[in-house]
T-cell receptor, first 115, second 115 residues
Framework: DAGVTQSPTHLIKTRGQQVTLRCSPKSGHDTVSWYQQALGQGPQFIFQYYEEEERQRGNFPDRFSGHQFPNYSSELNVNALLLGDSALYLC??????????????FGPGTRLLVL | AQKITQTQPGMFVQEKEAVTLDCTYDTSDPSYGLFWYKQPSSGEMIFLIYQGSYDQQNATEGRYSLNFQKARKSANLVISASQLGDSAMYFCAMREGGNTDKLIFGTGTRLQVFP
């Protein structure tokens, strides 16, 4: 049973550039959430995708956008990169449901460094 | 506003001993779920244990148990019989009821297990 996968594992960009991160959810899951984890901090919720639409969004600017494909995989795009965007970007997948117990399973993350 | 507080930046424990990692939370929603995740240096967040706000008993999963004190709004993680492989960052997270799937994370506690 394949878990959540993310690519690339590491990425180095310069200020002003654009980046695309990719995520494939755990088998059987239909919902993908993205989190940003700055060094020494807990993950911060960016947004969540379900049925190919953004369903919920955290306190992140419009430079952060995403997409979900029919096979449930997802992309996170960040435009006009800033130094402060350097972080570990985590993707989590889950099965859409109203149960509070519905667990989000995380991928290994993509480490983004903006120079 | 919902918030998770982890006041222990770092903890040390000797192998085979038990350790408690503290977590307090703040929410006005009577329906919520509490999660603990382990994050090794590789970056992946590994789900450990879940406690629902209406659960009558404390959750247990193998060597992990949750000391849930609802009136005090605390959900401390207890790891019994610590192993060297338990050395990692540990994050407490909350999901509120209603139409939201996002997890709110604390800042984490770094646990180091020594021989």
């Amino acid at each position: 049973d394949a878990g959540v996968t993310q690519s690339p594992t590491h990425l180095i960009k310069t200020r002003g550039q654009q980046v695309t991160l990719r995520c494939s959810p755990k088998s059987g899951h239909d919902t993908v959430s993205w989190y940003q984890q700055a060094l020494g901090q807990g993950p911060q919720f960016i947004f969540q995708y379900y049925e190919e639409e953004e369903r919920q969004r955290g306190n992140f600017p419009d430079r952060f956008s995403g997409h979900q494909f029919p096979n449930y995989s997802s992309e996170l795009n960040v435009n006009a990169l800033l130094l402060g965007d350097s972080a570990l970007y985590l993707c989590a997948s889950s099965l859409r449901g109203r149960s509070l117990q519905e667990t989000q399973y995380f991928g290994p993350g993509t480490r983004l460094l903006v120079l | 506003a919902q918030k998770i507080t982890q006041t222990q930046p770092g903890m040390f424990v000797q192998e085979k001993e038990a350790v408690t990692l503290d977590c307090t939370y703040d929410t006005s929603d009577p329906s919520y779920g509490l999660f603990w995740y382990k994050q090794p240096s590789s970056g992946e967040m590994i789900f450990l244990i879940y406690q629902g706000s209406y659960d009558q008993q404390n959750a247990t999963e193998g060597r992990y148990s949750l000391n849930f004190q609802k009136a005090r709004k605390s959900a401390n993680l207890v790891i019994s019989a610590s192993q060297l492989g338990d050395s990692a960052m540990y994050f407490c997270a909350m999901r509120e009821g209603g139409n939201t799937d996002k997890l709110i994370f604390g800042t984490g506690t770094r646990l180091q297990v020594f021989p």
